[in-house]
């Protein structure tokens, strides 16, 4: 069976939730075997074992660690030509497609970047152009190099070995032309990541600026908050948490869209979601065209009964 690499996405150890769905991924498609670049691989362990990884690749030279991106493709472009996978899978992060295309480039290897699925053939599926396209792909030369959008996968435990062995990748000058100087951990909100949440609830400009309502049916479903375009420019929202062509893309298992109208800007950024919920007052509203579930009214109705139900339910 052909090994299936995954780079592990984790912070100082901390694995997030795309890497296990990518491992789960790669139980269908050969066996696991895990990469992990940097610190803290002794608190990533028991995750890469109980989500099947066989092997784990760690990589800790300072070489790779203290540079951008560049080294890391390297060491993988090493590790390719070494184990001859199946395919290689990555977080579809702007740091991971970045790894990925470089990647491509120099093991000579097709890319596919944004699947929301990976079907055991290989084949991928995309949403493309603005969401207006569902695109199928496979890719014909080299090794397939996949960039995987978080929530494409429900995560199987599986017991994996996790045994590991320490990589010592050739780094050339050239990669290692950037250094990094200092990195600072950004201010935790106690919500889910939005790129990486289940469940995501927007809010649009028919807040107003007022972003409560949101803000607390979003804590009591325990979804991390976006907000469009319109909310984020008016200066009512952190541009951190812009969903759309300009902003992030998700891809959950729920969103809900409050008093947003569904301009096509927005829609690019959300589309992909499992299930889609919009409240809004305006029952013509271009939102209304994509939902699964739409709501016609005052979302400062409609979603703290929302919330006051959904908080009773867990009492």
């Given at each position: 069976?052909?090994?299936?690499?995954?780079?592990?996405?984790?912070?100082?150890?901390?694995?997030?939730?795309?890497?296990?769905?990518?491992?789960?991924?790669?139980?269908?498609?050969?066996?696991?075997?895990?990469?992990?670049?940097?610190?803290?691989?002794?608190?990533?362990?028991?995750?890469?074992?109980?989500?099947?990884?066989?092997?784990?690749?760690?990589?800790?030279?300072?070489?790779?660690?203290?540079?951008?991106?560049?080294?890391?493709?390297?060491?993988?472009?090493?590790?390719?030509?070494?184990?001859?996978?199946?395919?290689?899978?990555?977080?579809?992060?702007?740091?991971?497609?970045?790894?990925?295309?470089?990647?491509?480039?120099?093991?000579?290897?097709?890319?596919?970047?944004?699947?929301?699925?990976?079907?055991?053939?290989?084949?991928?599926?995309?949403?493309?152009?603005?969401?207006?396209?569902?695109?199928?792909?496979?890719?014909?030369?080299?090794?397939?190099?996949?960039?995987?959008?978080?929530?494409?996968?429900?995560?199987?435990?599986?017991?994996?070995?996790?045994?590991?062995?320490?990589?010592?990748?050739?780094?050339?000058?050239?990669?290692?032309?950037?250094?990094?100087?200092?990195?600072?951990?950004?201010?935790?909100?106690?919500?889910?990541?939005?790129?990486?949440?289940?469940?995501?609830v927007s809010g649009g400009r028919g807040t107003g600026g007022?972003?409560?309502?949101?803000?607390?049916?979003?804590?009591?479903?325990?979804?991390?908050?976006?907000?469009?375009?319109?909310?984020?420019?008016?200066?009512?929202?952190?541009?951190?948490?812009?969903?759309?062509?300009?902003?992030?893309?998700?891809?959950?298992?729920?969103?809900?869209?409050?008093?947003?109208?569904?301009?096509?800007?927005?829609?690019?950024?959300?589309?992909?979601?499992?299930?889609?919920?919009?409240?809004?007052?305006?029952?013509?509203?271009?939102?209304?065209?994509?939902?699964?579930?739409?709501?016609?009214?005052?979302?400062?109705?409609?979603?703290?009964?929302?919330?006051?139900?959904?908080?009773?339910?867990?009492?």
């Amino acid at each position: 069976m052909s090994e299936v690499l995954v780079l592990v996405d984790h912070v100082d150890g901390v694995v997030r939730k795309t890497t296990t769905e990518m491992l789960t991924i790669a139980g269908r498609l050969g066996e696991p075997s895990a990469v992990f670049v940097g610190a803290g691989f002794d608190a990533a362990r028991d995750v890469l074992a109980r989500f099947g990884a066989a092997k784990v690749y760690r990589i800790e030279s300072a070489d790779v660690t203290d540079h951008l991106v560049a080294p890391t493709a390297e060491a993988l472009a090493q590790l390719v030509e070494r184990t001859a996978p199946a395919a290689v899978l990555i977080a579809s992060s702007a740091e991971g497609k970045e790894v990925a295309a470089r990647l491509a480039i120099k093991t000579g290897s097709g890319l596919i970047t944004d699947a929301v699925e990976v079907a055991d053939d290989l084949t991928t599926t995309q949403s493309v152009f603005a969401g207006s396209y569902t695109v199928r792909a496979r890719v014909t030369t080299g090794t397939p190099i996949i960039t995987v959008k978080p929530n494409s996968a429900t995560p199987v435990e599986v017991a994996g070995a996790a045994a590991d062995e320490l990589f010592e990748p050739t780094i050339s000058q050239a990669a290692k032309a950037v250094t990094i100087t200092e990195t600072k951990p950004r201010a935790r909100s106690g919500r889910p990541e939005l790129t990486e949440a289940a469940i995501v609830v927007s809010g649009g400009r028919g807040t107003g600026g007022d972003f409560a309502a949101v803000e607390a049916f979003a804590d009591a479903v325990g979804a991390a908050v976006g907000a469009s375009r319109a909310a984020v420019d008016a200066g009512w929202y952190p541009h951190a948490n812009q969903v759309g062509q300009t902003g992030k893309t998700v891809s959950p298992q729920l969103y809900v869209a409050n008093g947003i109208s569904g301009a096509i800007q927005h829609r690019a950024g959300m589309q992909t979601a499992k299930t889609i919920v919009a409240v809004n007052k305006d029952d013509e509203a271009p939102i209304f065209e994509l939902v699964d579930f739409g709501v016609v009214g005052d979302l400062f109705t409609v979603l703290p009964q929302a919330t006051d139900a959904i908080e009773k339910s867990k009492g």
